[in-house]
């Protein structure tokens, strides 16, 4: 009865697979099978610079995702966090450069307004019980115009890396003996280390997770479900406005209007690392592995010759490859 009983197989029932996860270790397998393959077929992909591109791409989709993971435990979903993104970016940089503030102003103001935003989802989803997917569709499209209309429809440009503002720019990226490295990247580890404790270790991350699990049985056990499923998308709003701050810092200008479609990236992250669809289930670090995914298809696809509509295609193809594992997992568990 015991070897009946006892599920899975010699791999999975490993103590070291399933103290890492059976998923991640497939996702860390296949960013190795990825960059084997863009190296062999492009000579060019195997530069350093390329590493950079990984990496710069990582940042904004990094903290777009580490915030989404959190809406996605509790069964819900942040569409704003795209346009979002660039708004907040458009907003701090309008601040530097059109109004004369220091940086850090611009700095603070994205951030800021990202919490704003993210308030805005938490009251509509949480207070008013909307839809996860309408209500955040709508603030996508507030967002969308509210960049434009904050910079008078201008393109802006944050300060360059050599202007005496620029300094900003060094977070992510560090000109060292004439060779730029990517030490944003330490950044983003520290952030997932600190959200994984908080979503793990501390009460409300807990409560976020049974909200995701079962919203009316946590409700009946006494906790806050307003105040915790609120809760998941302010750290959205605050992670896309630290998003703001990385793609201002990786582009040159960031035009109004744009936006639409980042956010795919961030949430198809989240699910290939692990979050499901149905609540309940993630790790932020699992959602940092499928960022990498999404990061080195970005990079690497021009490399083979498939430019902007084809990478497109297959972000899309790879979301509904995604969804649909997260569908026969949930079915198998059920």
Known sequence: MAGKEKKGNAFTNNPIVKAIGTQKIVVVLVIIVLALFFSIKSPAFRQYATLVSIFDYSYYISFMAIGVTFCLITGGVDLSIGTGMICYGLFGGYLITHKGMPVVVGLLATIVLGLLIGLLNAVLVAVMDLPPFIATLGAMMITRG????????????WPPASADQGWFRSIFKMNVGGRMLPVGFLLVLILVFLMSIFLNKSRPGRYIIAIGSNKEATRLSGVNV???????????????????IAYASTFQAIAPGTG?????????????????????????????????????LKTGLPYIGLQANWQQIITGLILILAIFIDVLKNKKTA
């Open 146 to 157: 509210l960049g434009s209309v904050l910079t008078g429809s201008m393109s802006i440009t």
């Open 260 to 296: 639409a479609g980042l956010e795919l990236d961030a949430i198809a992250g989240a699910i290939i690392g692990g979050t499901s669809m149905t609540g309940g289930v993630g790790t932020i670090s699992g959602t940092l592995l499928g960022v990498f995914v999404m990061s080195l």
């Open 226 to 244: 307003v105040k915790y499923q609120g809760l998941a998308y302010v750290i959205s709003g605050l992670f896309a406005g630290l998003a703001g």
